[in-house]
């Protein structure tokens, strides 16, 4: 059965009774409907545990970190627990794309499926129309007068779309070139996910640098006069999502950035309201460590002064024999590097292999063994095909973990230059032993520090398949040279970008696409999202 025929076979509790079971009642939503509401009146006193969940570099199609978050989530509520999974919303490129769907599977996925992963409740298109009325804005500028002097051919900010689109990935306008980015990549997107409430999303909205003067000195968003009607289109986009898992436990999605290009997790505002509301947080950061977890930490956890109280690690057979060619014993040391990158931010930390019908009980017990021998908790995964009764030992266990000493830390002093902060993460995550920079990179952190903003957190954009650069070295790659070809940044949200290697912001689409396999069928009901 696909995602999509299981979801039927389950049936959804009305929203308002969803909200119930965390002592909610409607003063506290907005209902789109009766299955998807927007959380608001919440009042902000965390108290929950929170775990983050991560994975090993992933194959091509994902190795299910949103089954294990939304399956451990009921598997604590199985035990007694108020737990609460806070993800980020499905973009519509992937959608189209190449992936599919990013809302679990299985018995381990959130309801209603087809909405979230299309059109939702709309946060995503407010953030598209928001970038993108500031970016005609910055042109309507120009065009008549432009009296802040903005030198179009320095323009800093650029247009997005929610769809794969490599022919918009340069074109020229009449006056400039220009780019759009995919909109999980948009400074906008990363803004509405590190703001705090109104204020710090206002505030961060008139940060943002749209570009520079003819003298080459940052003109801001609040310039333009703009930021109170970027405020109105994101009123409500802000207000994260309450929708629920099949087992009918609540869940909030919000946010959307790619742990790729962007920083990779769900808002700051939903991981407080969850962290408010419940016994347990699980929230999960995009691809693999060396990218999501490693952003979730030095990024989020410091803009929102939190810290993780245990780490499930996800990884599978099937990722383990990807990063080991096709054997599993020489795959386990991509699974090392990721438990030693993750020991260095804590030693709350447990591995968890997800599960597939196809592997094999050896196969298990290798893994098994390899983590042991690493003295590191372990446990399985068989919420895909069994929901929460399949995860009740990581549940169990991951309980345990929280009521450990927590040591959690950062990698790296934000007030160090740009270069060392790079170094940091270059040496200690990826294992590199040179950085290479571009003459366009090197231009850019001298821009950044002649204007006194690289006190900021790095936020890298590289391919997610290899703890390096280069997708084709797998496992654990060491002593390799990355290269850095340009930097940015991201004033308003508050971190740099970093790009290594051929990475790139728009996403392209396969030679056959998954929308090629999306219809209504003769229900009028949707088919091929998975």
Known sequence: MTDIEIEKEYTMQNIKDI???????????????????????????????????????????????????????????????????????????????FKGGATGGGLSQIAPMEDINLHFTGDIHAITTANNLLCAAIDNHIFHGNSLNIDPKNIKFHRCLDINDRALRNIKLENREEHFTISAASEIMAILCLSKDYEDLKTNLENIIIGNTYTNHPIYAKQLNIVGSLMVILKDAFKPNL?????????????????????????????????????????????????????????????????????????????????????????????????????????????????????????????????????????????????????????????????????????????????????????????????????????????????????????????????????EKLGKPENTTITVTDIKLYNGAGFITVYLGSINTMPGLPEHPNFENIYLNNDEEIVGIF
């Open 243 to 471: 929708v629920q898992t099949l087992e009918n436990n609540p869940v909030l999605v919000h946010g959307g950035p790619f742990a790729n290009i962007a920083h990779g997790c769900s808002s700051i505002k939903s991981l407080n309201v969850a962290l408010s509301i419940s016994d347990y947080t699980i929230t999960e950061a995009g691809f693999g460590s060396d990218l999501g977890a490693e952003k979730f930490f030095d990024i989020k956890c410091r803009k929102a002064n939190a810290k993780v109280d245990a780490i499930v690690l996800v990884t599978t057979i099937k990722a383990l024999k990807y990063n080991g060619h096709g054997f599993l014993v020489d795959g386990l040391s991509n699974l090392e590097v990721h438990m030693e990158n993750m020991q260095k931010f804590s030693k709350n930390l447990i591995v968890c292999l997800n599960q597939y019908e196809q592997d094999l009980e050896e196969e298990i017990a290798i893994v098994k063994d390899f983590v042991n021998q690493k003295q590191v908790r372990f446990s399985t995964s068989e919420a895909y095909l069994k929901g929460s009764k399949g995860i009740l030992d990581l549940a169990k266990q991951v309980v345990e973990l929280t009521n450990e000493e927590n040591d959690f830390h950062y990698l790296y002093d934000v007030s160090l230059p740009i270069k060392e902060k790079l170094q940091k993460i270059a040496s200690e995550i990826y294992r590199a032993k040179e950085i290479q920079y571009t003459d366009k990179a090197l231009k850019e952190i001298n821009y950044i520090e002649n204007i006194n903003r690289d006190h900021l957190p790095i936020c890298v954009a590289k391919t997610q398949y290899s703890i390096s650069d280069d997708k």
């Open 19 to 97: 909200a119930s079971k965390l002592n909610l009642d409607e003063d506290h939503l907005e209902c789109y409907g009766k299955y998807k509401a927007k959380l608001i009146n919440i009042e902000e006193r965390r108290k929950a545990k929170l775990i983050l969940v991560t994975a090993t570099n992933p194959t091509p199609y994902g190795e299910g970190k949103t089954t294990v978050s939304i399956g451990l989530a009921d598997g604590l509520h199985k035990l007694g627990y108020q737990a609460i999974a806070t993800l980020r919303e499905p973009s519509l490129g992937p959608v189209f794309g």
